[in-house]
């Protein structure tokens, strides 16, 4: 289930500068309004999520703030925001997180953004349930946040793979079809088949996790426009959860569009 969140900015608490790496504090934020509703949901998402084979898949996701106005000082890492609403989107694929959860818990809730330089602190105005996607089998979408794809390689470190590496393509399978036999407990009975084209240039976004912390890690993701060719099982597990890796992070979520 999908939500669109729209923030009223209060500049006069904290000002109005963010980090440009705002994905780790974002994600902070809403751990810590599920905890204060239901401390036993929050825990199960931090520490569990679903689990298959040793992994651990928290099955949700949340989009880039969408900033109508804003500069940027890439000296200082910092995103100013000019405008005084700001949204954002976040979807639960896990049965618990039905409406009756999700709303109400941020709503008129006060939120704050920050890493140790600079942060923004907001009002959440409104929650809105968005509607149910009408699903086929070859739908077009634009990433909303980075898809982040990677392989480990012969010294042990992260290859971030870009859209147009031969290998993207199993690894988005790869991930639809291992959140599939983990929430259903049994591998996926169909044809799994994926095709996905491009539509756009595919651009890099390299995410710093933790900055300015000694467990800063970097993570790279690509947005684009995309159209993709998935059996309607795995499309939806796509659009409620997240295409690619490191989704409760805040990569690959996903908005459909119409056909190009």
Partial sequence: MRFKLTLQIQPEAMGRELPINYQYPLQGVIYHT???SDLEFSTWLHENGYQMNGKRFKLFTFSN???PQYGIDKQRERLIIKSDI???YITFLPEKSTQQFIQG???QQ???IADPISGVKFMVREIQVMPPLDYHPDMTFRTLSP???SLRNERGHMDYLSPTDPRYELGILTGLLDRYNT???HPFGGTPNCHLQLLSEPKSALVRIKAYTPDETRVRGYRYLFKIDLPEELMQ???ESGLGEKGSMGFGMIEAQEKV
């Fill in 105 to 107: 818990l941020f709503q």
């Fill in 110 to 112: 006060t939120i704050q």
């Fill in 183 to 185: 929430i259903h407990g």
């Fill in 86 to 88: 700001v949204t954002f």
């Fill in 65 to 67: 703030l969408i900033v």
């Fill in 237 to 239: 597990i796509a659009y």
């Fill in 34 to 36: 599920l905890k204060k």
């Fill in 147 to 149: 898809i982040c794809i």
